[in-house]
T-cell receptor, first 111, second 114 residues
Framework: DQQVKQNSPSLSVQEGRISILNCDYTNSMFDYFLWYKKYPAEGPTFLISISSIKDKNEDGRFTVFLNKSAKHLSLHIVPSQPGDSAVYFCAAEEYGNKLVFGAGTILRVKS | GAGVSQSPSNKVTEKGKDVELRCDPISGHTALYWYRQRLGQGLEFLIYFQGNSAPDKSGLPSDRFSAERTGESVSTLTIQRTQQEDSAVYLC????????????FGPGTRLTVL
C-alpha cells in the first residue's frame, strides 16, 4: 500500500513556463513533507520542505503548497529552466525522521 | 569530501553470495538511514540509526538483511544469500539528528544479483 503517490511518471514543460508536480498521501499522521531532486547516478538532494502547520512555503523559484484536507501537495517551479530537468521525489516524514517516498516524477524542461 | 560517500558504487554478484555495502556519513551527523530503490520505484526505507543503535529496523525486508554502525560514523549493510529481487540501488543518508529533518544522500550503490 503506497502511502505517498506521485501519479504522473513524467512531465514535459517549455523553458520559462511553470512546472507543477503533484503528490498525494494517505497517512494523516504525516506532519512534514519534503521534495527531493535527483540527477542520474547521484543521490537525491533536498529541495524544499513544508510543515503540516503551513499551507505554503516559498524558496526562490520553488514553492510548495500543502492542502491537508485533500492530503495533497504540489511543487511549483517558475520559471522552469533546462537545469531543472531531473527526477523529483515527494517524501513525507514519519516518526523518527523516516521518510516515505513517492515513486518520482521525471521532469523534462525543453529549451 | 564533505558529503555522504558510499562504496562500492557498483556491485555485481551471483545469487547466493553475501555482499557488504558501506556508507560514510557526513562528519558529526548522528542519524543515518538506509534506503533502497528498485527499478521504476520510489525509495524504500530499510533502517535508521541514531548514534550506533537502530531504533527502527522496520524496513528490512528479511532476516538476510542486517546493518551495523560503529563509532557513530561508518555503517555497513550486509545482505546474505543474495537473491535476484535484491537488485536495486542502495542509498545511504545522514542528518544532524531528530531535530533536523534534512537528510543528505550519498550517490548510492547499484547492486546487481545475477
Amino acid at each position: 500500500d503506497q502511502q505517498v503517490k506521485q501519479n504522473s511518471p513524467s512531465l514535459s514543460v517549455q523553458e520559462g513556463r511553470i512546472s507543477i508536480l503533484n503528490c498525494d498521501y494517505t497517512n494523516s499522521m504525516f506532519d512534514y513533507f519534503l521534495w527531493y531532486k535527483k540527477y542520474p547516478a547521484e543521490g537525491p538532494t533536498f529541495l524544499i520542505s513544508i510543515s503540516s502547520i503551513k499551507d505554503k512555503n516559498e524558496d526562490g523559484r520553488f514553492t510548495v503548497f500543502l492542502n491537508k484536507s485533500a492530503k495533497h501537495l504540489s511543487l511549483h517551479i517558475v520559471p522552469s529552466q533546462p537545469g531543472d530537468s531531473a527526477v523529483y521525489f515527494c517524501a513525507a516524514e514519519e516518526y523518527g525522521n523516516k521518510l516515505v517516498f513517492g515513486a518520482g516524477t521525471i521532469l523534462r524542461v525543453k529549451s | 569530501g564533505a558529503g555522504v560517500s558510499q562504496s562500492p558504487s557498483n556491485k555485481v554478484t551471483e545469487k547466493g553470495k553475501d555482499v557488504e555495502l558501506r556508507c560514510d556519513p557526513i562528519s558529526g551527523h548522528t542519524a543515518l538511514y538506509w534506503y533502497r530503490q528498485r527499478l521504476g520505484q520510489g525509495l524504500e526505507f530499510l533502517i535508521y540509526f541514531q548514534g550506533n543503535s537502530a531504533p527502527d529496523k522496520s524496513g528490512l525486508p528479511s532476516d538476510r538483511f542486517s546493518a551495523e554502525r560503529t563509532g557513530e560514523s561508518v555503517s555497513t549493510l550486509t545482505i546474505q544469500r543474495t537473491q535476484q529481487e535484491d537488485s536495486a540501488v542502495y542509498l545511504c543518508a545522514s542528518s544532524k539528528g531528530r531535530a533536523d529533518n534534512e537528510q543528505f544522500f550519498g550517490p548510492g550503490t547499484r547492486l546487481t544479483v545475477l
